[in-house]
């Protein structure tokens, strides 16, 4: 084996991540995204594998539980895949 072979195999593949920011930057802050859409019980909802659904609770800004007739399910925050109707 060479020793570039060596090196190589000993290296970790990089990890991408996102950059932090620094509040002392000189650089303008990244911008938030929109604000999560708030949904309410009783709130009817179309999901996009789902289909018809109501809203049946709320957790604060983490999730939803809907009901779609025979099954429920909680989708977490950002609701991406939730429509209100």
Not at 25 to 34: D, H, I, Q
Not at 51 to 80: K, M, W, Y
């Amino acid at each position: 084996m060479t020793r570039w072979g060596r090196i190589l195999r000993l290296m970790k593949p990089a990890r991408a991540m996102t950059r932090r920011y620094l509040p002392s930057s000189p650089f303008k802050a990244p911008e938030a995204g929109p604000p999560p859409e708030q949904f309410q019980i009783d709130d009817r909802v179309t999901h996009d594998q789902h289909g018809l659904g109501r809203i049946v609770g709320v957790e604060e800004d983490i999730a939803v539980l809907v009901s779609f007739g025979a099954s429920q399910l909680r989708v977490t925050s950002p609701f991406s895949k939730l429509t209100k109707l």
